[in-house]
């Protein structure tokens, strides 16, 4: 019961932290969007990242010893990593929460964020689809691959068409509001009459 118990807070509390930190970001840095996804990072990290939480991988890293069939707790310290901005180690427990668990369409949708810091938009694109054909109407993986789209390919209209049904799919849900502040955002930067150039295609 504890390391379930820990495992569901993590999840909870990561995922706000996540895309609420992406969103912020790429709404700071929007002007920027043409820039290569690493560039991007390193320009967005003026403030620093959040120091890795080391209790937490410990926590995480003794329920894999004890259990190293649990899918749930390798994503979760994938995530944790992927806080601390320590991609390579994000990828490497995203990638065995999903050998784990094939079907886990949260990790595919963290995943693919992962790979656009690391590899690039088309990797990106690439996994979320991956993910939404275990789950076509996956809140999360919807919300992300909208990110990318707009971060990665300024496609403002496909980013908008994704977030909005994340809404319609899960009003009352954290994905839905973090849509919302994208569309927002979006909103936003459409005000300024023009949007930023694609070249990264």
Known sequence: ????????????????????????NLEINRQAAVQPPAQAVAATNERQPPPLDEARVQALTTILKNDPSNAGAAVQLATTYFEAQRFDDAIKWYQEGLRLDPKNADAGAQLGLTYFFTRGTDSALEEFDRSLKIDPNHPRTLLNK?????????DLEGAAELWRKVVKLAPNSPEAEMAQQGLMAISGGRGGGEAAPTSNQ
């Open 1 to 24: 019961m504890k390391s379930e118990s820990l495992v569901l807070a993590v999840a909870g509390m990561c995922f706000g932290v996540i895309v609420g930190w992406l969103l912020a």
């Open 146 to 154: 909208g990110i990318v789209l707009w971060r990665g390919k300024q």
